[in-house]
């Protein structure tokens, strides 16, 4: 199956987001795979560092629905190693923050049965409302 | 004097907006104007006729050419003088085009007025315009080349067979360069010493190249036709005359290290031929590695020496000698791979960089193979290069292509070999080498997109796992290889840095030498005589360097070969009776050109002792020593400070009450031409600013700048090239130390410092040139005409208030 690329307005206006909220220009990167090589957790991500570092510079939003931005451990690796300057842990921070200021929270309390929200602990239930790393 | 003014119609181009007439009735009232004309087209044929007519039937001295850019038709009318026999230095253009008629396209009126200024200031400067003639200077027939690689050898030999005395400096034992060192080369595979050898067999044999090895450049002074060079000559304790390469004394020396040519691979005696193809063809002791030579500690290899050729009662010899001009051809170093400390190069035994490949490429095909070189061989692309963590931006421009020969050298040589190249992208761009990379394709070596991340050595069996994304599938491959070869970049070395402190010349971001300009004089250096051969101006393949040392070569001979070569007037003079021999200019001067010395004997003597003179070989007419000194003695011809005051008094000259006027002094190089470019694509800028050109920004000495204020200005703009493209060394500095001067006395005086503007430009800025312009007449114009009183304050006791 063919996926058409769109780079409208929209695209362009959620890589000038990132771009902004990173501090990093991310059409820099020239995809040579170095932070990929470099993650101790790629092999638990979805997509690898240097593909959300692809869809974020062709403003895909769809990578607001990847898994790999929640399983990064924050080591930094990839920013040390990166032979183009770029700080890519901070680029995860940028869509990081960017799901969390969509305020939606992760589970739908109203849909946990009454007794279980009674037997668990307060802070569990709490925690998990924006938990997205699982 | 009898001074004659043309004015040009240019074919409409002026006469369609300037009304011609205006001009010329203007022009027959000024003093000493005998004779205006006007001419459809003045740099015809008819048009340069009329001219040289004029000039001897009315015995005309100055002309003024009211008309195009002087940039444009500048020296076509400098030569229609010279016919006339008139020196084409009493010629001045007012450029009523480029700098008039265009910008002001739809203000006829303006236009009109400011052509009459503009030719008015041209008359004001041509008054005081002395009939000098064209320059020469005399030069000889001698060159030095810096460096014996593959670039210094072809430039030796280009200037030698051209008849040409050239010396050729090289620092080790041998010449031949990293490119002796090569296995093959890229995209014919020809082998690198085969087509080596015979060009430097012909620098030995050529008589006019004298070929100085294991010697250093330890000095160069002097100047473009008297370059005084001091090269030291290390001794090799050996005859290369008598030397018989019989290899007896290396089988007694005591002492093993490791051997440079072969990277460190294999080892060698203290005593040792350099590489196998030596030129001079001779056995050299390594005086650092042999036990000791004063006192002699061991001495076995001369004993052994049948011919007799070792000799320990040698010494370093100084050898002094001039030359015309210079080729830097000092090469390159790899980048040191320790720095990528990821990939574990100096530790893991089985990363090696591309050029320790090379040796064991050529010892192995020569069946003598170095170490084994296993089954499963990965190349690392962009080590040190494109980097910003080891702070090399740059691409070394060949390691694409070296990898892609090496990975097919090595699996043609036994197919069961699995070759892998990692890459971020291929760079294929010469002739041949796109298909050569097929080939290796082809011959089966894997290409993937990736960059290595890491290597992790294996303890036991010392192979290494490398770490890398494919990109292309976005798959992660941990993969165990037997040998990884660093594709290594090209760094500028240290030779290179003291070559270039020795003669002063600039460096690109990326370290290496600077070109004087990147697309039009790719080989020339900013210093007269100076040119780059090779890979001391940046990473490049073998036939890039033999074309570039070839051209530096022609460059010199351009220089040479006339015996003489030509230079403008524009040089700086002092007013001997009006100097005090304080030398306060002499440290000012960026190129060393002023020297004190004691006056003629038959001088007046009530003045100084000692008087500045300047060396004309060296002042390039800067104008930048003039603001230094306090007693007005120094000076520049054709643009000199009486000339430069009459053209802000003409330009103001027309000035009414409650106008502004803008004066922009504009460097010749840059902001001049820029100027005119703005003109040509006919974009508008403000009425009331008024162009003086100016050979540098640094002429415009801080008493200009007040004289200029005291006269009318109400603004001041001084444009300059950016620094680094600069012929002026310093410009920049002395423009802002100028600026810094004048702004002090404005502020004591309550002036808006915002009057006086200082850009640098390049001559593609249209629109900054406009803006900047237009930002400082609109500045004047709303702050108003600097008031009577605080003008007159600033023209009184100027080198008094400057001086103090």
């Known amino acids: ?134 | 004097m009898r001074i004659g003014v043309y004015v040009c119609h240019c074919g409409g181009n002026i006469s369609e907006i300037v009304d011609i007439s205006k001009v010329v009735s203007f022009a027959e009232k000024q003093p000493d104007v005998v004779l205006v004309k006007d001419n459809p087209h003045m740099c015809s044929e008819v048009g340069q006729k009329l001219v040289i007519d004029d000039i001897k039937e009315h015995k005309l001295d100055k002309i003024v050419i009211a008309a195009c850019s002087p940039q444009f038709q500048g020296p076509t009318f400098m030569s229609t003088l010279e016919k006339a026999g008139l020196s084409p230095y009493v010629l001045e253009m007012a450029n009523i085009r480029e700098q008039c008629a265009w910008p002001h396209f739809d203000f006829p009126e303006e236009a009109t007025k400011k052509a009459n200024n503009l030719t008015n200031a041209a008359i004001a400067k041509v008054r005081l315009d002395e009939p000098l003639g064209k320059k020469t200077m005399p030069i000889g027939r001698r060159v030095l080349v810096i460096g014996g690689g593959i670039a210094g050898i072809q430039a030796a030999l280009d200037l030698g067979d051209a008849g040409f005395k050239v010396y050729l400096v090289e620092k080790e034992p041998t010449i031949g360069g990293k490119m002796s060192k090569l296995s093959r080369t890229f995209p014919t595979e020809d082998c690198a010493a085969c087509i080596l050898s015979p060009k430097m067999a012909d620098v030995l044999a050529n008589p006019n190249i004298t070929l100085l090895t294991y010697s250093e450049v330890e000095n160069i002074q002097g100047y473009l036709g008297n370059y005084e060079i001091t090269v030291k000559k290390n001794p090799t304790y050996v005859d290369p005359d008598k030397c018989t390469c019989c290899d007896d004394c290396t089988e007694v020396c005591p002492v093993v290290v490791p051997n440079e040519f072969e990277e460190g691979l294999t080892s060698r005696k203290a005593i040792y031929l350099p590489s196998p193809i030596a030129v001079p063809h001779s056995y050299v002791l390594d005086e650092q590695a042999c036990l000791g030579i004063f006192p002699l500690a061991c001495g076995k290899c001369q004993e052994v020496c049948d011919p007799g050729a070792i000799n320990f009662d040698v010494y370093p010899e100084e050898i002094k000698f001039t030359v015309d001009t210079i080729i830097v051809a000092t090469g390159y170093d790899i980048f040191d791979a320790t720095q990528k400390s990821v990939y574990g190069f100096g530790k893991y035994a089985n990363v090696i960089t591309a050029l320790d490949m090379e040796r064991m490429i050529v010892h192995a095909s020569e069946g003598n193979p170095i170490r084994p070189m296993g089954k499963r061989i990965a190349f690392i692309q962009c080590v040190g290069s494109r980097d910003e963590q080891v702070e090399n931006e740059n691409c070394s421009r060949i390691c694409c292509m070296y990898a892609t020969k090496l990975s097919q050298l090595l699996k043609r040589s036994d197919p069961t070999r699995d070759v892998y190249v990692f890459y971020t992208d291929l760079r294929a761009y010469g002739k041949g080498f796109e298909e050569y990379y097929k080939r290796a394709q082809r011959t089966g070596v894997k290409f993937i997109r990736g960059r290595v991340a890491e290597l992790i050595e294996d303890s036991q069996t010392r192979k290494l796992t490398l770490r890398v994304e494919d990109t292309l599938t976005r798959q992660i491959i941990e993969s165990e290889f037997d040998l990884v070869v660093l594709s290594v970049g090209l760094r500028p070395n240290e030779g290179t840095d003291r070559i270039a402190n020795l003669l002063r010349l600039a460096k690109s971001p990326d370290g290496f030498l600077q070109e004087a300009h990147p697309k039009f004089r790719p080989v020339d250096t900013l210093t007269d005589g100076v040119f780059l051969a090779g890979t001391v101006q940046g990473p490049k393949d073998i036939p890039d360097t033999v074309a570039q040392a070839s051209a530096a070569s022609a460059r010199a001979t351009r220089l040479m070969n006339r015996g003489e070569y030509d230079v403008e007037p524009v040089m700086a003079f002092v007013h001997e009776e009006s100097c005090d021999g304080c030398g306060l200019c002499v440290e000012q001067c960026p190129t060393n050109a002023i020297s004190l010395s004691s006056r003629d004997a038959n001088s007046d003597k009530s003045l100084s002792p000692k008087v500045a003179k300047i060396n004309e070989a060296l002042c390039k007419g800067c104008g930048s020593c003039i603001a230094y000194c306090p007693k007005d003695a120094l000076d520049l011809h054709c643009y000199s400070n009486d000339q430069l005051l009459a053209q802000i008094k003409a330009v103001l000259a027309d000035k009414k009450n409650g106008e502004v006027r803008v004066l922009v002094f504009a460097d010749d190089m840059t902001t001049y031409r820029l100027a005119d470019n703005v003109g040509v694509a006919k974009m508008s800028y403000s009425l009331n600013s008024r162009i003086i050109r100016v050979p540098s920004g640094s002429r415009v000495t801080p008493k200009l700048m007040l004289q200029a204020f005291a006269e009318g200005a109400d603004g001041i703009f001084i444009g300059e090239c950016e620094e680094k493209s600069s012929p002026y060394p310093h410009s920049v500095s002395t423009i802002k130390s100028n600026i810094s001067k004048v702004t002090h006395i404005l502020k004591e005086e309550g002036i808006d410092e915002k009057r006086l503007r200082f850009v640098q430009f390049v001559t593609v800025m249209l629109g900054g040139f406009v803006n900047n312009i237009n930002s400082l007449s609109d500045f004047t114009i709303k702050s108003g005409p600097i008031p009577a009183q605080k003008r007159k304050r600033l023209g009184e006791n100027i080198n008094e208030r400057l001086f103090k």
């Open chain 1, 1 to 134: 199956m063919i996926k058409k690329l769109v780079i409208s307005s929209k695209n362009v206006d959620f890589l000038n987001k990132i771009n902004e909220l990173s501090g990093e220009t991310i059409t820099l990167c020239d995809q040579c795979g170095t932070c990929s090589g470099s993650c101790p957790m790629v092999s638990e991500m979805d997509i690898t560092p240097s593909q959300m570092m692809r869809m974020v510079q062709l403003g895909q939003m769809e990578v607001m629905d990847t898994k790999a931005m929640w399983i990064c451990a924050s080591c930094f690796a990839c920013t040390v190693r990166c032979p183009r300057g770029l700080d890519l842990a901070k680029v995860a921070e940028a869509l990081r923050q960017v799901k969390l200021r969509e305020a939606i929270d992760h589970i739908d309390i109203k849909k946990i049965p009454e007794d279980e929200v009674r037997r668990l602990p307060q802070i569990a239930l709490v925690s998990s409302f924006r938990k997205f790393t699982g």
